[in-house]
């Protein structure tokens, strides 16, 4: 019962901390102009039918139109899955839709430069557990939940669970694997309240009208990450913890009292420490409480992480400093992993041991502390190089994809080319310029640390040049440009 989670609301954006024993562990950032529009719910009306490609344009109240092909409208996923999955025999789409008309759509795609969003007729909406699928008695299960008897033990528990007279079906997702009946059938609960409201809303209304749109973080937060070992869910906007309240009372009604107004003097954020976390959790480096650091490089294909000693390391202790260095450094990795939000597959390069008991009780650690992060990971064991291969399942974008963009001083390389290596490719510019084009006199604009080597060290070369052009060359200061940026103006 000691852990906590923290959430940030400002109108541009939710951050969300989740802290373990005082620790941050988790950190999600959602911004408002990126929460996409996926999931959502609208009763539109149908603009336009064109049967030669079988599908319509709804409007919805987007500035593009969205688009609904006839695979998308429910009657013909149903039609097509009596008819053995042969969706042929479906009615065309000007069967069924007629311009004018109101029709209930869930949008399947963002829309994206020039197109439209795309929608579909077979609406669904998610809880924690289980997605309900009000259109149709059907009860799936995750592909992800891939044990055949359990699979059919799911099953049975969801049907018993089903109240009297439900015309809905539901899919199990992942999560509800481990699930209690009471965890399954408050989900249940949710769900119906849940589209209970969205009809309410879509009844008798004026289209085009959104009527349900997928949770906000903050909402996904009490629906997600509240378990029973948290302890309090403490917001900072007075406005939204009233929202939240209501929310909670409405659906989780077992949260509410989890939910606390943060009234603090200090940010929320800064008083719990999460902001330098931040900071670390972007940084290239780590740095253990031993001395050692972890140093974490993310490319396209994976993330590395190499672990190294602190300094001089004796000789008489050097197996026990290293192994402590790596224990530390397993719980480390853990954590940043964690924090980071990096997935797919990811290398760590402990520091050798000789040891094969030490290494065990490494992998064994590293284990252990992997075990508290909820995303799914498979770690391998020490491969004939001596590296610890492993996989994260990816779920969001990484913390620094989030928050950064490649850097524009170095074009995402890490490395700048020399103030020197500038100035000769200045020279040589100048120089073919000055062969090409026939001007009085040159002028090079460039960042401090080039024009400072032009008017020192390089001065000489910068005089040959001029005399061997037979023209005067000045420098001039840009106190603005990046290092490997000029510009030769002529004049
Ligand atoms: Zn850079």
């Known amino acids: 019962m000691n852990d906590e989670i923290l959430v940030n609301i400002t109108p541009q954006e939710t951050r969300v901390a989740v802290l373990s024993a005082g620790q941050v562990q988790e950190l999600v950032v959602e911004r408002e102009a990126s929460r996409g529009l996926v999931g959502n719910i609208y009763v539109g009306r149908v603009a336009r039918v064109l049967p030669g490609m079988q599908s319509a344009f709804v409007e919805i109240g987007l500035e593009r139109a969205a688009f609904l092909h006839v695979a998308d409208l429910w009657e013909h996923r149903r039609s097509g899955a009596a008819n053995g999955g042969n969706g042929n025999a479906v009615k065309p789409i000007e069967k069924m839709l007629a311009e004018g008309q109101p029709v209930?759509?869930?949008?399947?795609?963002?829309?994206?430069?020039?197109?439209?969003?795309?929608?579909?007729?077979?609406?669904?909406?998610?809880?924690?557990?289980?997605?309900y699928l009000p259109q149709d008695p059907h009860i799936g299960i995750s592909q992800r939940i891939e044990d055949e008897a359990g699979r059919t033990v799911l099953r049975e528990k969801l049907k018993q669970l089903m109240p009297e007279g439900e015309t809905g079906g539901f899919i199990l997702r992942t999560l509800a694997e481990g699930a209690s009946d009471d965890e399954l059938r408050a989900d249940i609960e949710y769900l119906r309240n849940l589209w209970r409201d969205v009809r309410e809303r879509a009844l008798g209304t004026q289209p085009p009208r959104l009527v349900y749109q997928g949770l906000s973080l903050a909402q996904r937060v009490l629906r997600d990450m509240v378990s029973a070992d948290t302890e309090a869910v403490r917001v900072d906007s007075r406005e939204n913890h009233q929202m939240l309240s209501d929310f909670a009372r409405a659906y989780m009604?077992?949260?509410?009292?989890?939910?606390?107004?943060?009234?603090?003097?200090?940010?929320?954020?800064?008083?719990?420490?999460?902001?330098?976390?931040?900071?670390k959790a972007l940084a290239r480096r780590v740095e253990l409480k031993s001395g050692g650091t972890l140093v974490f490089d993310q490319t396209e294909a994976m993330t590395t992480v190499d672990v190294n000693t602190g300094g001089f390391v004796g000789r008489r202790n050097f197996d026990e400093t290293v192994f402590k260095t790596n224990l530390e450094a397993a719980q480390a990795i853990a954590r940043q992993l964690r924090l980071r939000n990096l997935g797919g597959i990811i290398v760590v390069d402990f520091i050798d041991m000789d040891s094969a008991e030490h290494r065990t009780a490494v992998l064994e650690e590293f284990r252990r502390a992997l075990a508290r992060d909820p995303t799914r990971v498979t770690v391998s064991g020490f491969t004939a190089l001596g590296l610890v291969e492993m996989t994260r399942k990816r779920t969001r974008e990484s913390l620094a994809h989030v928050l950064c963009e490649p850097c524009q001083a170095c074009s995402g390389r890490g490395q700048v080319k020399s103030a020197r290596t500038i100035c000769y490719e200045v020279l040589r510019e100048v120089l073919r310029e000055a062969r090409a084009f026939n001007a009085r006199e040159f002028r090079v604009l460039a960042s401090p640390p080039v024009c400072d080597l032009f008017q020192e060290e390089e001065s000489g070369a910068l005089a040959m040049l001029s005399e061997f052009i037979g023209k005067p060359v000045s420098v001039q200061v840009e106190s603005g440009y990046v290092q490997e940026q000029y510009d030769i103006v002529l004049l």
């Not at 869930?106 to 289980?130: E, F, H, I, N, Y």
């Not at 989890?258 to 976390?277: D, W």
Request: charged share 20%; aromatic share 6%; hydrophobic share 35%.
């Open 253 to 279: 009604p077992g949260l509410a009292a989890k939910l606390q107004h943060y009234t603090g003097e200090r940010p929320l954020f800064e008083s719990y420490n999460v902001e330098q976390e931040i900071e």
């Open 104 to 131: 209930t759509v869930q949008v399947l795609k963002d829309p994206l430069g020039s197109k439209g969003a795309r929608l579909s007729t077979q609406l669904s909406v998610a809880g924690r557990l289980l997605v």
